[in-house]
């Protein structure tokens, strides 16, 4: 334990989710401190219990009353594409017209029609058209969130997105993790030559992106309007080579077993998942994988296929929720929305909603020694909320409850 007298913002009178534990419950502490030191959480626990030292009236820290109100861990948004050029407000009228999402695809709009925009958009415009995005989530609480690329489709713009990625960690005080995704569909030039866009993925632009250090994690779209299965498994070698952690699209349309594949490479995640079975389930939990649900591009694509909750809860697979942001599935940068509706939608509790943006989103992103819980030694991103009890953070939306945030101990909210 570190020593009290080091001590420099101390939360007294306050509630903890500490979320140290996702299955099914908040972890509560109540009539709680919480004690922050060089960017970590020092101490935790009952007031009562707090070190008898630190009233030392020589003690220069910072004593809050948090008026019995609630500290959970700054919330975690582990699944985003949320770079992009342009918007698919037209795709949204043709949708509402009844064509489905694949058939815009094969049509050659989806994907591709925001390649085209994100290829014109120049570093500082898709900066530019980021942040507020980015600003909404981090005005809800959010405090780490992992933006991926995958609107480029060539190694310039895929360099570019990753690049505008991290330079939006200048901008806000926000941890963003980056993931490459260049398999995320094909480019119009390789329309008929998947092999040969994949030789360029893997022997050209992930050795580049590694090279210039602009990638945490790997991820592909393994599905019929995205990658086989086979052409997946190549990204993952590459990967693999490089020694990068592995995430996936999969199971959002159909099973194509990209899950068990993934779990083969002992992937951070698979995420979407809605026709996931036992089998992709078992492997996911064998090789401790994080199963990613996305509400928002559920809700939507108006998809009634549910991801298979009762069976990943039977076979304790972690469930991380995350926004999905991004122009054509889920142009939704609402966080708190995304706990609401996994509870309404995927019927999840709401301690296990706050679990998926917290101590599992954290796990997605292969951060469960740091972030994601109320813990000592753990970063002190911490959020203070205006609530009575914790589910009301599922229950309502549209008020934002946050009343402070701290990134690495600061206050930044
Ligand atoms: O997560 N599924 C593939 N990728 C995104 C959608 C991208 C898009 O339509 O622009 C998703 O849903
Ligand atoms: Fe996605």
Not at 283 to 299: D, I, Q
């Amino acid at each position: 334990m570190t020593n009290s007298k080091d001590w420099q913002t101390l939360y007294i009178n306050v509630n903890l989710a500490t979320m140290t534990d996702g299955s099914n419950s908040y972890g509560e502490i109540t009539q709680a401190a919480l004690a922050i030191s060089n960017g970590k959480i020092a101490w935790l626990g009952k007031e009562s219990d707090l070190p008898a030292d630190f009233s030392e009236k020589d003690h220069d820290v910072d004593i809050i009353d948090g008026k019995g109100r609630w500290l959970t861990p700054g919330l975690i948004d582990c699944h985003t594409h949320l770079v992009y050029g342009g918007n698919r407000a037209n795709e949204f009228e043709m949708r509402l017209q009844g064509k489905s999402y694949q058939e815009i695809a094969n049509a050659g709009g989806g994907i591709v029609s925001t390649v085209s925009a994100t290829r014109k958009a120049s570093e500082a415009e898709l900066l530019a058209s980021a942040l507020p995005r980015l600003t909404a989530l981090h005005q809800q609480g959010v405090t780490t969130v992992e933006i991926k690329s995958g609107y480029g489709l060539d190694t310039v713009n895929e360099i570019k997105m990753l690049k505008v990625a991290g330079l939006l960690a200048d901008e806000l005080p926000v941890t963003i993790k980056r993931t490459f995704l260049g398999a995320h569909a094909l480019p119009t030039e390789y329309k008929d030559n998947a092999d040969g866009y994949l030789d360029i993925v893997c022997n050209e632009m992930l050795p580049q992106v590694v090279k210039d250090n602009l990638a945490d994690a790997v991820d592909v779209f393994c599905e019929g309007i995205g990658f086989s299965l086979e052409q997946t498994k190549r990204v993952f070698d590459a990967a693999r080579s490089h020694n990068l952690p592995i995430k996936v699209h999969a199971e959002q349309l159909s099973n194509l077993g990209a899950s068990e594949l993934a779990a083969n490479y002992d992937a951070l995640s698979s995420d979407h998942i809605e026709f996931l079975d036992e089998a992709g389930i078992k492997a996911m939990k064998k090789s401790g994988m994080t199963a990613v649900l996305l509400p928002g591009a559920f809700y939507f694509l108006r998809e009634t296929q549910l991801p298979p909750i009762d069976l990943l809860r039977k076979h304790q697979v972690p469930m991380a929720v995350a926004t999905d942001a991004n122009p054509g599935t889920s142009p939704i940068h609402n966080i708190h929305l995304m706990l609401n509706m996994a509870c309404t939608l995927f019927k999840l509790t709401p301690s296990e909603a706050l679990a998926g943006i917290t101590c599992y989103g954290a796990k997605a992103l292969g951060l469960t020694a740091s972030k994601g819980q109320l813990a000592v030694g753990y970063d002190a991103d911490i959020a203070l909320w205006n609530i009575e009890q914790p589910a009301e953070l599922c229950y309502q939306f549209g008020v934002n409850p946050l009343a402070a945030l701290y990134q690495a101990g600061k206050r930044v909210i």
